[in-house]
Every structure is written in structure tokens, then in C-alpha cells.
């Protein structure tokens, strides 16, 4: 153990930005080299012409941990200068010819072994059959009063996709406190050739020291990006894949009686005050009101529940969520599943026959701000739910809302009421993955029927939104789950909980932001368990459809 600490610690030595020696050796016609001792590559090997040693100008400054810099038009190295299309070259502000110093080959800029040498203040030493020595002495030019950026890699060479595993031990010498900035570190890398990985470790004045580490990347190919991101990608991190190109998985649908589904979003944004849904249940039912104010002043959002039979009755709140105001559509409706799925209210009132109560009055919404609601309710007698849009300051009272005259619904959204408020269905993953499951395409997933009371119209209620899914996985274990938005954007929220190890987990999608690339799925799953319990509601705001994902590393 003390030995390989020492090797670390000579090797972060020997790294750019300390005191210390680097020491490049290679050979002409070869890609093959070595850096203070490791193994690194050339993508493209050093060259004899004319006699002369060429190196690949960028890639030996990489393997010495420099880089060309930008100075007055001129890219700039140690006292070297070269202009921005490399047909001059000036050396110490002296002008050196171009012949025999510098080739274009292809896509590679080939310097003088000798010239870059005296240009990085390096001594140069040749031996038998082209091969050349760099060597390169490191005064040490960072200040020890600042932090001291300090950090090993587990290797000194990784093959294409291979992961890359990093141990970083900063510190301050005075113990204040300080950040780290990383440059060009990856999980892995997918080209061959060197890759210099650097990190800064800078105060709260943004002063501070830089460490430089070079590591090879051979052709040895370990994983592709999509392997990587299935075996080692966390939950919320993307991979690239096209799912529309995975075969669908059959589903075993579960038939059995859902709450009904009452859904309030048209007209979406209302110009006035007026009725926007209004219907009866008994037993269960799930309420989604999804509106903005369309208006020029502030308006409210409400619900009123009333007792239409003849005796007493109690409503039950059973779970609710809702977001106000807010102007961004995904947010109203990922928020507003966070809420529903996480705040349980268990609220009671009593109605006596006729006797009508607010169940919901929404902040002041702002002009183009909206309101959105999901609510789960129950009751024991026959209860009529009433949503309506008040504008102004002043709070309408339940009798003036039961009064309003309905407002005509729009031709872009839907507004009735549905036999079921959830789906239930099973995916077996003891088949051939990559494959998908489809949510919200009709041709797949049929849009729940329903009908308009306030019209009479029949009504498909496409994308299934506020429709809960409740999906079971079989044969999960070690799987990985991801979901693709095909449809447009999409800002929601899935449930996963594993049956035999009790792990439940309400997962954002994504995190922060939205899913906007149908191409890269984002990881929801990383199964430990045999069996899985998903529960997936299509959120308002957001397109449809979307493609759940399945991998097994």
C-alpha cells in the first residue's frame, strides 16, 4: 500500500503545473511511447523527414501536459508562436523558417522534435532508429499559500468505453476553504489516443493552482456509450439510443374497475367567469383541473362539492395536489404530481341534503398564470362537483358559482368524464432487451372513451392524462429502465417500489429541466428485485407519447 501511494504521489509530481520532470520518449513510425515511465499512444505516430524527427505538434505538447494558447492572433507554447494558419513561426520573437519545422499532413500538424524542444525550453536527445527523448524540467510556478489541487487516476491506460475511476485528495495549506473545477474528466472515453484531465483548485478570490494528469486511450474496445450507461449510468443520467428501433414488449392488461375520472382543462384558458366542468359521483372519483387565466386581471380557480341526495353525506379527500400560479406549463404539471403523490390529506367534511362547501379555491392567478389540480375523492352519497373560473379579486360564494352559466369548451382540449381513472398492466422482461413499452399513442394505447355532460359529446381523452398507470415488471432483477419522450417535451414524475426488497422511490423526469431529446432516454431504474411496481401518470402540460425503455446490462 505505501509503495502505490508513493507511485501516485511521484506520478501527480511529474503532472503539469508542479515541480518535476516529464520526460516523453517515442520512436518514429511508431505509435506506441511511454510518459516518465507509463505507457501512452500516438494517434498518429512521429515521423523522419529529411533526417528530421516530426512529432504531432498537439498531441506531444498534450503528452508533456501543455497546450497551445491564444496571444495577439498568435497561438502560443512556451516561446514558441505560430499564426493562426501556421505559415509563420516565430521562436523567442525571432522568425524561423517554415521548411523542415513544420508539415501539414492530413489533419496533423507535424513540428521540428528540435524546434518544440527549444521552444518549451526542454532538452532533446535522440537515439538509434528515430527514437527521440523530451525531457522537460518543471520549476514549480504555483503559489503554496493557495489551495493544492491533488488527484490519481486507478490507471494509466483504459481501453474505448472503459470506466475511469478518479481519486482527488485537495487541499489548502492554510485549511480555508476552497472549490475544484475538473477539465475534460468523463466516465469514459470512445477515442483512442492521450487525454489530459485537469483540475483547478481555486479560492473564494478565484486564485488558486492547476494539476494536469495524461492517460492513454488504447483501440481495446471495452464498452460502446450505450453498454456504459446501461451498467454504470445512475438514475437521472441519459444514454443515447433510438427506442423507436426496440420491439414492444406484449402487455398483459389487468381488467378491474378504476375510480371515475372527472377532467376539467377546456375551455383551458378562459377570457371570463363562468362554469367549466361540472358532473355527479358516488364511491370513488378522481377530479384534474387544469386551467390558465386568459383574462386581464387576476382570477381564482374553484371547486365546489354538493350534496345532491337526500340524506347527509361525507366527502372524503383521500389525497391532493395542485400548483398556483405558476406560468410554465411543465412545471404546473410535474409539481402538481409531486404534490398529489406525496401529500396525503385524509380530510373529511359533512353535507346535508342540498348543502354545498369549497373543496378547492386556488390562489390569485396573474394574467397567463394557471392553476392545476388533482384531487382523489370519495363520498358515500351521490356528490355533484362543480369547477368554475371567478375573475376579479373579490371570492365568488358557493351559490353564485353553482349559477354560472357554462363556458363553451375549445377545440384544442378536452373536458368530461371517464369510467377509469387508472390502467393496470403487466410487462414480462424475461425476453430479449433492449425493448419498450409504450405510453399515450393511440395506436398502442388507446385514449379512454368518455363524454361531455355539459354537452352530451363523446369525448377521447388522448394522452390519457391524470390516467394513473400502474405497471408491473416481472423478471426485473438487474434491469434498467429509462424513458424517451417521442411526443415533444415532457416534465413528470414515476413511482418505482420493489417488491421483495420494500425500496419505494418517487423519480422527477427528469431531475431539473425537461426531456426534450427523443434519442436520449433517461434512467428512472435500476432494479434490485425480482418484481417492480411502476406507477406512471401522464402529466399535464407535458406531450405524449412516451417510450419506457428496458436494458439488461
Known amino acids: 500500500m505505501a509503495l502505490s501511494l508513493v507511485s501516485c504521489l ?9 515541480a518535476g520532470t516529464q520526460q516523453l520518449i517515442g520512436k518514429a513510425g511508431q505509435t506506441g511511447a511511454s510518459v516518465n515511465g507509463a505507457s501512452a499512444n500516438y494517434s498518429t505516430p512521429p515521423v523522419q523527414i529529411q533526417g528530421r524527427t516530426m512529432v504531432p505538434l498537439r498531441e506531444t505538447l498534450t503528452m508533456l501536459g501543455m497546450s497551445l494558447g491564444n496571444s495577439g492572433g498568435f497561438q502560443t507554447v512556451g516561446s514558441l508562436q505560430f499564426s493562426g494558419t501556421f505559415n509563420q513561426i516565430l521562436l523567442g520573437g525571432s522568425s524561423i523558417p517554415l521548411d523542415g519545422n513544420l508539415v501539414q499532413r ?43 489541487p491533488r488527484f490519481t487516476t486507478d490507471k494509466d491506460s483504459y481501453g474505448i468505453g472503459e470506466p475511469v475511476k478518479v481519486e482527488e485528495f485537495s487541499f489548502h495549506p492554510l485549511g480555508e476553504p476552497f472549490g475544484l473545477r475538473w477539465s475534460n474528466l468523463k466516465p469514459a472515453y470512445y477515442k483512442p489516443g492521450p ?23 488504447t483501440d481495446r474496445v471495452v464498452n460502446s ?44 384558458s378562459p377570457e371570463r367567469v363562468g362554469l367549466l366542468y361540472k358532473d355527479t359521483f358516488d364511491g370513488e372519483a378522481r377530479l384534474l383541473a387544469y386551467h390558465m387565466n386568459n383574462a386581464s386581471v387576476v382570477a381564482r380557480l374553484y371547486v365546489v362539492a354538493r350534496n345532491v341526495s337526500d340524506a347527509p353525506a361525507t366527502v372524503r379527500t383521500a389525497r391532493i395536489g395542485d400548483t398556483a400560479p405558476a406560468r410554465v406549463e411543465g412545471v404546473l404539471g410535474q409539481v402538481t404530481l409531486l404534490s398529489f403523490l406525496t401529500g396525503r390529506q385524509d380530510s373529511r367534511i359533512q353535507l346535508g341534503a342540498g348543502e354545498s362547501a369549497l373543496i378547492y379555491v386556488s390562489p390569485l392567478l396573474a394574467p397567463r398564470t394557471g392553476a392545476s389540480l388533482m384531487a382523489d375523492l370519495s363520498s358515500d352519497r351521490k356528490i355533484e362537483l362543480t369547477v368554475a373560473m371567478g375573475i376579479g379579486e373579490d371570492a365568488l360564494s358557493t351559490d353564485s358559482l353553482l349559477a354560472l352559466a357554462p363556458l363553451p369548451a375549445d377545440t384544442n382540449h378536452v373536458r368530461g368524464t371517464f369510467p377509469s381513472a387508472a390502467r393496470r398492466f403487466t410487462l414480462d422482461l424475461a425476453t430479449t432487451l433492449p ?46 429502465g429509462a424513458i424517451a419522450p417521442r411526443g415533444g417535451l415532457y416534465k413528470g414524475v414515476v413511482t418505482v417500489e420493489e417488491v421483495e426488497t420494500g425500496r419505494k422511490e418517487i423519480v422527477r423526469l427528469p431531475r431539473s429541466g425537461v426531456l426534450s431529446t427523443p434519442n436520449q432516454p433517461m434512467i428512472f431504474l435500476r432494479s434490485g428485485a425480482k418484481t417492480v411496481k411502476l406507477g406512471f401518470i401522464p402529466a399535464s402540460g407535458s406531450h405524449l407519447p412516451v417510450h419506457l425503455a428496458f436494458y439488461r446490462p
Open 10 to 18: 511521484l506520478a501527480l509530481a511529474f503532472s503539469g503545473g508542479q
Open 225 to 268: 456509450p450505450l453498454s456504459f450507461a446501461v451498467k454504470y449510468g445512475e438514475v437521472g443520467d441519459t444514454l443515447d439510443d433510438n427506442t423507436l428501433a426496440r420491439p414492444t414488449l406484449p402487455r398483459q392488461d389487468v381488467a378491474f374497475a378504476g375510480p371515475k375520472f372527472l377532467f376539467s382543462d377546456s375551455p383551458e
Open 195 to 217: 487525454v489530459t484531465i485537469a483540475l483547478d483548485a481555486v479560492n473564494g478570490s478565484g486564485r488558486g493552482n492547476r494539476l494536469t494528469r495524461t492517460i492513454t486511450i
Open 106 to 148: 492530413g489533419d496533423t500538424m507535424f513540428i521540428s522534435a528540435k524546434l518544440l524542444a527549444d521552444g518549451i525550453g526542454a532538452k532533446l536527445r535522440a537515439g538509434e532508429g528515430g527514437e527521440f527523448y523530451i525531457t522537460l524540467i518543471r520549476e514549480s510556478g504555483g503559489d503554496p499559500a493557495l489551495p493544492q
Open 435 to 480: 425493448a419498450k413499452a409504450i405510453i399515450g399513442d393511440p395506436g398502442d394505447d388507446p385514449a379512454e372513451e368518455g363524454q361531455d355532460v355539459l354537452s352530451g359529446a363523446k369525448v377521447s381523452l388522448s394522452g390519457n392524462y391524470g390516467v394513473t398507470y400502474e405497471v408491473t415488471l416481472k423478471n426485473a432483477e438487474g434491469v434498467v
